[in-house]
């Protein structure tokens, strides 16, 4: 068996924890991003100018304050 000194082990341990505690954290903001691009889309209103969140609608979208709806692109 290879004799490895208690305190090399315990420095390889914390890397090794912190890698993965750094992996994990790059890999939850990465997938967040993901999320919020994918499903929340910001809506600007032409008519009233009201921003809000719509992440059910793609391309047609129903404004909460005034209640008309708008396209996309109209901005
Ligand atoms: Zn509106």
Do not use: G, N
């Amino acid at each position: 068996m290879i004799k490895i000194p208690i305190d090399l082990a315990a420095t390889i341990y914390l890397i090794i924890s912190v890698c993965i505690l750094f992996m994990w954290f790059i890999l939850e903001k990465k997938r967040r991003y993901i999320e919020i691009k994918k499903e929340d889309t910001l809506w600007s209103c032409p008519l009233c100018f009201y921003e809000y969140i719509d992440s059910k609608s793609k391309d047609i979208s129903r404004c909460p304050r005034c209640k008309t709806l708008h396209k996309k692109e109209e901005k």
